[in-house]
């Protein structure tokens, strides 16, 4: 019998609903938002254009916010997106999902955001430090947080997260308040007409924007470890959604008063322009310890939640048996974690996680679209069993039309990707497919050993 603070699976129970929503928002919150205002104002004219890019992503992200929160009601289980989808198609698209999480999505955006927080040190401490030894100190040292249990990661990731959300504010007041206001006109072509192929061009332009809002799914790979979950996520993942939609639509409105939408289109750091015009010759300097707390926040917050995923993967008999231990002392998933920082430590020395990143898009809303339909899945068993919900349980609001947006969004979403990237986005699907194969040996390797123990 597991102990009452304990899961069935052995994790300690220790998140309360204030640190589910940083989780979320420090699931989306990555360094995304420093760089990515500069790439969708290259590819639109218009400052109105810009924000209703942005406008539009964060109701595609509030839309995925409201299926995953009844997901979480429904299913408060250790591994989120993996539970739902084992539970609605079976265990082979459970498995899929995490194997591309894996391989692609978790640990090619961890090994991007650890170079960038290798390079924004440099920049800090003044050059010649090793990116190689910074990316092995980090990973180990977010590693070792986390075999320390649940309350150790959870409380540096809470800390870290709230240290960036001031930082990205005195982002906001210094684009708003402290630079010169710069008239943001619209820019046009050569000809004096507004940009030509305007669908595609919105299009590409929505692709670092739906990158920028990703994440808010990570919470729900550690429900199992939250205090009444079904309750807590639910209402995390819709605040969390909401609060960083505000926070995206200050900092675009920031820069694009801080810089005008051509200037924010020609740079490539967006972040340190505005901070030197607000502050001067330090604005470098601080735009880069802006850039390294968010990045090594959102390794945190990713440290914590993505072993979850496998962990339970592993408990079902579905990957490395010894993936789905519990350390006794700390009641981590220590394996799962080190697995974690290892592969991503492999990726990020060898250079090729910048590959990988770019089979991210097609991959994750994939899976989004998927796991989101599981909800139809559910209310239809529901209806044939003659029950429902309890009372206090979160129902999608406007369901099915809320939730036929969101999977219409993400099939968009993927189809853009293939259209502007369909070499890449081939090749992520490739990697998903090369599943198959490891999950029917480890499908007859479970049918002939014991559950993991608690």
């Known amino acids: 019998m597991p102990r009452p603070d304990t899961t069935a699976e052995g994790l300690r129970v220790a998140i309360g609903f204030p640190s589910a929503v940083m989780l979320v928002m420090g699931g989306i919150v990555g360094v995304g938002i420093f760089v990515n205002p500069a790439v969708v104002a290259r590819g639109l004219h218009s ?148 940009k030509p192929n305007f669908v595609k061009s919105f299009g590409a332009a929505m692709i670092p924007v739906v990158f920028s809002y990703g994440g808010w799914q990570t919470a729900n790979y550690v429900a199992g470890e939250m205090k009444d979950p079904g309750r807590n996520l639910a209402r995390a993942l819709v605040a969390g959604v909401i609060a960083v939609i505000a926070l995206y639509l200050l900092v675009n409105i920031a820069m694009l008063r801080g810089l005008g939408v051509g200037a924010l289109g020609a740079t490539l750091t967006p972040t340190s322009d505005v901070l030197q015009r607000a502050v001067g010759g330090p604005g470098a300097r601080l735009a880069a310890a802006a850039i390294a707390l968010s990045a090594i926040a959102f390794l945190s917050q990713a440290m914590l939640t993505g072993p979850r995923v496998y962990f339970a993967m592993a408990r079902d008999g579905l990957f490395f048996r010894q993936v789905g231990d519990v350390a006794r002392a700390s009641r981590a998933p220590v394996i799962a974690i080190v697995l974690q920082a290892a592969w991503t430590g492999v990726l990020a020395l060898s250079g090729s996680y910048e590959q990988i990143l770019s089979y991210v898009i097609a991959m994750n809303f994939l899976f989004f679209g998927l796991s989101a339909s599981c909800l139809f899945v559910f209310r239809r068993r529901e209806r044939a069993a003659g029950s429902t919900m309890d009372a206090e349980g979160f129902r999608a609001p406007w369901h099915p039309w809320t939730t036929g947006a969101f999977i219409l969004a993400c099939v968009l979403v993927v189809a853009s990707s293939f259209w502007a990237y369909p070499v890449n986005s081939v090749i992520g699907y490739a990697i998903m497919l090369a599943g198959v194969p490891p999950y029917l040996y480890w499908r007859r390797q479970a049918a002939t050993r014991p559950s993991a123990p608690a």
């Open 47 to 194: 400052p109105a254009l810009v924000l209703a890019a942005w406008t539009l992503g964060g109701v595609i992200a509030l839309l995925g916010a409201f299926v995953y929160a009844e997901l979480a009601a429904r299913m408060p289980a250790t591994g989120g997106e993996y539970a739902y989808l084992r539970a609605a198609f079976g265990p082979l698209a459970g498995f899929l999902f995490g194997w591309t999480t894996l391989l692609v999505v978790q640990a090619g955006g961890m090994a991007a955001v650890t170079i960038i927080f290798a390079k924004n040190l440099d920049v800090l401490v003044g050059g010649g430090i090793s990116q190689g030894a910074v990316v092995v100190g980090v990973l180990a040292g977010l590693a070792a947080i986390n075999c320390l249990g649940v309350r150790s990661g959870n409380g540096v990731q809470t800390s870290l997260g709230a240290l960036k959300i001031v930082v990205i504010a005195a982002v906001v007041v210094a684009g708003l308040l402290l630079a010169p206001h710069l008239g943001a006109t619209p820019r046009a072509t050569p000809d004096g007409s507004l």
